[in-house]
């Protein structure tokens, strides 16, 4: 069954704010990943975070995990409009599979 | 660009006709992974694949759905007396080693059943 549901459903913000989504899962997990997909292209990877780490930095990106309350959150600081798209987080349901939510549309205006 | 590939990008079949979908790993990819995507939803696991073998196909319709990985070529994707409710984006994805490592996806398929 899915694991990951992100939150909220869809995100509009101005070029320059920064975007929080949230991503809450069901049983453990190894790792958590999150995913941008813009529209009708394929998902790229964009950071994995261990079950053993609590915070991680990627460019513009931070990603928190709080595996006690079975939640991570994705942070986009200074937004543009080049990071309009869906973004998606996954975790390891088992060694090889990966369960995706249905994700965060996120639209940055000009 | 040694990145997934996928072919065709759009596929157009009448109900009861035959899809056939293509994926070439990522150069020294081994793994393969396909998924379904259908509007406004995220990802489903469809099928695991290793160089000619089926590791798990738990996502994977038991009937008129198929898939392979030979030895040489593309991992094929086969869906056989398509159905209207077959119509959604298919992602092949692969990595190069077995494992909860990050995926590479190709830009997918997008399969429409008239």
């Known amino acids: 069954s899915q694991q990951g549901e992100e939150d909220p459903q869809a995100l509009s913000i101005q070029e320059g704010e920064n975007a929080t989504m949230n991503c809450s899962y069901k049983?453990?997990?190894?790792?958590l990943q999150w995913y941008r997909q813009n529209s009708g292209r394929g998902l790229v990877h964009l950071i994995l975070?261990?079950?053993?780490?609590r915070e991680k930095h990627s460019g513009r990106l931070r990603v928190t995990l709080d595996t006690s309350k079975k939640s991570s959150s994705l942070l986009i600081t200074a937004s543009r409009a080049a990071d309009t798209a869906s973004y998606f987080c996954a975790t390891d349901f088992n060694d090889y599979k990966l369960s995706f939510g249905a994700g965060t549309t996120v639209t940055v205006r000009a | 660009n040694a990145g997934v590939m996928q072919n065709p990008r759009h596929l157009v079949r009448r109900r009861g006709q035959e899809a056939r979908l293509r994926c070439s790993p990522m150069?020294?990819?081994?793994?393969v992974y396909w998924y379904r995507q259908l509007p406004e939803e995220g990802l489903k696991f469809m099928v695991y694949?290793?160089?000619?073998?089926?590791?798990?196909e738990s996502g994977m319709p038991k009937e008129r759905f198929s898939a392979e990985f030979p030895k040489e070529g593309p991992s094929i994707l086969r869906i056989q007396q398509v159905v209207r409710g077959d119509s959604a984006a298919y992602f092949c994805a692969s990595s190069g080693a077995r494992g909860r490592e990050k995926l590479f996806f190709g830009s997918g398929t997008q399969l429409s059943v008239l």
């Open positions: 049983t453990s997990i190894n790792n």
């Open positions: 975070i261990r079950s053993n780490e």
């Open positions: 150069k020294g990819h081994s793994h």
């Open positions: 694949l290793q160089k000619e073998n089926i590791i798990d």
